[in-house]
């Protein structure tokens, strides 16, 4: 199993800039894919940016050129810089680990973004 633990949500005024981090634990194998998602209020849940264990990232097209998605393999914990926020970003963020048949999820961060 493979645990994960989000950090970095809060309170942001538009155009600001937040970094959460998601610090993961347990059997985390060479190969794997990790990403941010969110969801907002009666929303349903939405993939924001993965990377894999090669480095390749994926952006969904709300985010693009605004957040980045980034890992520190030596602590085993993945990054997401988000800049330029705006109020439609406001959700609860979820870290999500897969590898070799392992779906682990932290439990969220919030990030509001309002004035």
């Known amino acids: 199993q493979v645990q994960l633990v989000e950090s970095g949500g809060g309170l942001v005024q538009p155009g600001g800039s937040l970094r959460l981090s998601c610090a993961a634990s347990?059997?985390?194998?060479?190969?794997?894919?990790m990403g941010w998602y969110r969801q907002a209020p009666g929303k349903q849940r939405e993939s924001v940016a993965v990377?894999?264990?090669?480095?390749?990232?994926n952006y969904a097209d709300s985010v693009k050129g605004r957040f980045t998605i980034s890992r520190d393999n030596a602590k085993n914990t993945v990054y997401l810089q988000m800049n330029s926020l705006k109020p439609e970003d406001t959700a609860v963020y979820y870290c999500?680990?897969?590898?070799?048949?392992?779906?682990?999820w932290g439990k969220g961060t919030l990030v509001t973004v309002s004035s």
């Open positions: 999500n680990y897969k590898g070799l048949g392992v779906n682990s």
């Open positions: 990377i894999t264990s090669g480095g390749s990232t």
């Open positions: 347990g059997s985390i194998f060479s190969i794997y894919t």
